[in-house]
């Protein structure tokens, strides 16, 4: 199943690092698009886990359908 790319990123960052960036890139052959999509994407990964995600998705289809919790109601401390 191919993948649309069908989103944009502005991304300013300072010109050292795009210097830098840019011999990176050029010494792995890769586009920059390609390589800020492999960092995304490996960022993402180590951050959630696959039950991380399912949770995430359960939470979400709860909070659509009504099932959520007022914050205000929830007793802290």
């Given at each position: 199943m191919p993948v649309t790319m069908s989103k944009e990123l502005l991304v300013r960052i300072p010109e050292?690092?795009?210097r830098r960036v840019k011999k990176?890139?050029?010494?792995?052959?890769?586009?920059?698009s390609?390589?800020?999509?492999e960092l995304?994407?490996?960022?993402?990964d180590e951050t959630l886990s696959s039950e991380?995600?399912?949770?995430?998705?359960?939470?979400r289809k709860?909070?659509?359908?009504?099932?959520?919790?007022?914050?205000r109601s929830v007793k802290r401390g």
């Open positions: 050292p690092l795009y990176v890139c050029a010494d792995e052959y890769k586009s920059m390609a390589f800020v999509r995304l994407k490996e960022r993402v991380d995600w399912n949770d995430i998705n359960t939470a709860e909070f659509k359908t009504g099932k959520s919790v007022s914050w």
